[in-house]
Nanobody, 125 residues
Framework: QVQLVEHGGGSVQAGGSLKLSCAIS????????MYWVRQAPGKGLEWVSL????????VYEDSVKGRFTISLDYARNTLYLQMDSLQPTDTAMYYC??????????????????RGQGTQVTVSS
């Protein structure tokens, strides 16, 4: 059974940092792209970043480039998202997800083959 469990959300002031983690079990993630996506209240799903689990190539949504860093620890079976210089616009529920498809547009969380339950990030001004 595949499980993705996020940790690390919380409340910070603008300019602060958080590091999200996603514990992965039951998944051979070298056949999958690993994602972070987010959804703010009343808004649609926003893709944030992906990492190619074979090549290590990373891609970021424009608004988080230079501020967020995605990484994958194969030994710990854990996906990370280091978030620096956080802004109130980053406030959302953050989800990790896995899918064999590599793309940067996702309309709904259920489109992913595997996804976690989410962790809330709140950034105050």
């Amino acid at each position: 059974q595949v499980q993705l469990v996020e940790h690390g959300g919380g409340s910070v002031q603008a300019g602060g940092s958080l590091k999200l983690s996603c514990a992965i079990s039951g998944l051979t993630f070298d056949h999958h792209a690993m994602y972070w996506v987010r959804q703010a209240p009343g808004k649609g799903l926003e893709w944030v970043s992906l990492i190619n689990s074979i090549t290590g190539t990373t891609v970021y949504e424009d608004s988080v480039k230079g501020r967020f860093t995605i990484s994958l620890d194969y030994a710990r079976n854990t996906l990370y998202l280091q978030m620096d210089s956080l802004q109130p616009t980053d406030t959302a529920m953050y989800y990790c997800a896995a899918d064999q498809r590599y793309r940067m547009r996702w309309d709904d969380l259920t489109d992913f083959t595997y996804r976690g339950q989410g962790t809330q990030v709140t950034v105050s001004s």
